[in-house]
T-cell receptor, first 109, second 113 residues
Framework: QQPVQSPQAVILREGEDAVINCSSS?????VHWYRQKHGEAPVFLMI?????EQKGHEKISASFNEKKQQSSLYLTASQLSYSGTYFC??????????FGTGTRLTVIP | DAGVIQSPRHEVTEMGQEVTLRCKPI?????LFWYRQTMMRGLELLIY????????DSGMPEDRFSAKMPNASFSTLKIQPSEPRDSAVYFC???????????FGQGTRLTVV
């Protein structure tokens, strides 16, 4: 039940934009996004519930298309601090939370 | 609150030994998750509990793995016997029951030699 993320890795220069995609083969209850720095625990960014709403966090926003069981994370005007591995987490029921293999984002000066 | 607390932070053990990982969730949280992180598989959900009851353990890789949650403030993940392929970082996370943020512990890095 792990969601599938793409791309697996991306390298950006400061100020560039990126999109990370997440898809599931099962109907979704909600989608979470987390960022993990090397050697640290994943940290919550945002959650999207059924209804296709879009949420934002600083210059990072996300959308959720429940009909397609897909979510996308948008990073605009990337900063060095955005580097890390991004995970989408999917809930197919009220109490589970599955993660994929992540997208490694590297922002260079 | 101190957040989710895991112990030990690092564990090195020999193949065949029993390993016990411990987790203290955030007070008031009633959902608890155990994950295994590797480069190849990312964050794998091993098992999750709701109100101390195991809901789904289909992610547990083998019978060598077992998890318990005897009360709302403590959970263990046990591997017996351990094998080198069990080497990974194991995370515990907790959350409220409704769809909301999951808080992760700092993880236990397990190395089986």
């Amino acid at each position: 039940q792990q969601p599938v993320q793409s791309p697996q890795a991306v390298i950006l220069r400061e100020g560039e934009d990126a999109v990370i995609n997440c898809s599931s083969s099962k109907a979704l209850y909600s989608v979470h996004w987390y960022r993990q720095k090397h050697g640290e625990a994943p940290v919550f960014l945002m959650i999207l519930l059924k209804g296709g709403e879009q949420k934002g966090h600083e210059k990072i926003s996300a959308s959720f298309n429940e009909k397609k069981q897909q979510s996308s994370l948008y990073l605009t005007a990337s900063q060095l601090s955005y580097s890390g591995t991004y995970f989408c987490g999917t809930q197919t029921g009220a109490n589970n939370l599955f993660f994929g293999t992540g997208t490694r984002l590297t922002v260079i000066p | 609150d101190a957040g989710v607390i895991q112990s030990p932070r690092h564990e090195v053990t020999e193949m065949g030994q029993e390993v016990t990982l411990r987790c203290k969730p955030i007070s008031g949280h009633n959902s608890l998750f155990w994950y295994r992180q590797t480069m190849m598989r990312g964050l794998e959900l091993l098992i999750y509990f709701n109100n101390n009851v195991p809901i789904d353990d289909s992610g547990m890789p083998e019978d060598r793995f077992s998890a318990k949650m005897p009360n709302a403030s403590f959970s263990t993940l046990k591997i017996q016997p351990s094998e080198p392929r069990d080497s990974a970082v194991y995370f515990c996370a907790s959350s409220l029951q409704r769809p909301t943020e999951a808080f992760f512990g700092q993880g236990t890095r397990l190395t089986v030699v």
